[in-house]
């Protein structure tokens, strides 16, 4: 089955700084990668998402690029501000019958103002 | 619209009791998952419902865990016996379509604490 690994567990970056998260998976089926944002005592809440037929993807300060040779993909975070500070983890899917998503274990993102 | 709801939000309970989680939608939404996230780790899939039907439950741990969907709308999941291995916090996801096509929508998550 897939399997999903994500780097660091936990980054600690300067407000203004950029951030970047990187996730790498192992079944060559998956072509759907989103990532989720989960601030303390909150849900977990998509932030940006990426199909393989896409290298890459940007919203506003967020980023995501996929290497689909390689199996991995990055969550790039320009000019970070405090709110920026949560976990963030990666998955990817292969969109089959059952649509799960496997998940990375996490990043721990600090923003120091 | 109203997002998926959860409850209860914290449940504490000694090893060997019985404890039962629930999961609203949101509503028409056909597609439910379980989640769950052990502290530190993924959020590991658990199962994934189809309207009543399950349509995946390989990621249950064990014949502890009993999930239900019954008229496919609300979903239960219950742990009996609960054992020390099974504290985490249980997310629950419901999306219309096919992943990809729409966002996920989490609900806010069960913390449940097993003494």
């Known amino acids: 089955g897939e399997n999903v690994e994500q780097h660091p567990s936990t980054l600690s970056v300067q407000e203004g700084d950029s951030a970047v998260i990187k996730c790498t998976y192992s079944?060559?089926?998956?072509?759907?990668f989103p990532w989720y944002k989960q601030e303390l005592g909150k849900r977990p809440q998509l932030i940006i998402d990426?199909?393989?037929?896409?290298g890459e993807k940007k919203d506003q300060r967020i980023a995501v690029t996929l290497n689909k040779t390689a199996k991995h993909f990055s969550l790039h975070i320009t000019e970070t501000q405090p709110e920026d500070s949560a976990v963030y983890f990666c998955?990817?899917?292969?969109?089959?019958?059952?649509?799960?998503?496997?998940f990375g274990t996490g990043t721990l993102l600090a923003v120091q103002p | 619209e109203a997002g998926v709801t959860q409850f209860p939000s914290h449940s504490v309970i000694e090893k060997g009791q019985t404890v039962t989680l629930r999961c609203d939608p949101i509503?028409?939404?056909?597609?439910l998952y379980w989640y769950r996230r052990v502290m530190g780790k993924e959020i590991k899939f658990l199962l994934h419902?189809?309207?009543?039907?399950?349509?995946?439950e390989s990621g249950m741990p064990n014949n502890r865990f009993l999930a239900e969907r019954t008229g496919g709308t609300y979903s239960t999941l219950k742990v009996q016996p609960a054992e020390l291995e099974d504290s985490g916090v249980y997310f629950c996801?419901?999306?219309?379509?096919?992943?990809?096509?729409?966002?996920?929508?989490f609900g806010n998550g069960t913390r449940l604490t097993v003494t």
């Open positions: 998955a990817a899917s292969d969109q089959g019958a059952t649509n799960k998503l496997i």
């Open positions: 079944d060559s089926a998956s072509n759907y």
């Open positions: 990426i199909r393989s037929n896409v």
């Open positions: 509503s028409g939404h056909d597609n």
């Open positions: 419902f189809v309207k009543e039907s399950k349509q995946d």
């Open positions: 996801a419901s999306i219309t379509t096919g992943i990809g096509n729409s966002p996920l929508h």
